[in-house]
Nanobody, 116 residues
Framework: QVQLVESGGGSVHSGGSLRLSCAAS????????MAWYHQAPGKQREVVAG???????NYADSVKGRFTISRDNARNTVYLQMNSLKPEDTAVYYC??????????WGQGIQVTVSS
C-alpha cells in the first residue's frame, strides 16, 4: 500500500509563494500520472496540475503561469511550486497518484490559505 504525504502548506499573503511536496512511501517511477488537486469549502475537488511519467504537464487555466509541477523520481517526490498566490487559491490541496487500470492513491490533504 502506497502512502502519499503532503507538506509545505500554510498561510501567506496575496502575491506570496509556497512549495508543496508530496512524498511517496515507495517508488513513484511506476505511476503513470501524478497530480495536485484542491478543494475549497463547499466546492468540488478539482485538478490543479498534473505530470505524467515522461514529464508532460497539464495545468488548470486558473493557475497557468503561476504554478509549476515537477517530479523527482530519485526522491519519490512530486512538487507544486505556487507563485503569485491569490485568495481564491485558498483550499485543501491533495496529492494524487495513479497506475492506470491498477490502483490510485490520495494523500491526506494539506491546507493552503492566502489572505488579501
Amino acid at each position: 500500500q502506497v502512502q502519499l504525504v503532503e507538506s509545505g502548506g500554510g498561510s501567506v499573503h496575496s502575491g506570496g509563494s509556497l512549495r508543496l511536496s508530496c512524498a511517496a512511501s515507495g517508488s513513484i517511477f511506476s505511476f503513470n500520472y501524478m497530480a495536485w488537486y484542491h478543494q475549497a469549502p463547499g466546492k468540488q475537488r478539482e485538478v490543479v496540475a498534473g505530470i505524467n511519467s515522461v514529464g508532460t504537464t497539464n495545468y488548470a487555466d486558473s493557475v497557468k503561469g503561476r504554478f509549476t509541477i515537477s517530479r523527482d523520481n530519485a526522491r519519490n517526490t512530486v512538487y507544486l511550486q505556487m507563485n503569485s498566490l491569490k485568495p481564491e487559491d485558498t483550499a485543501v490541496y491533495y496529492c494524487y497518484a495513479v497506475r492506470f487500470g491498477v490502483s490510485a492513491y490520495w494523500g491526506q490533504g494539506i491546507q493552503v490559505t492566502v489572505s488579501s
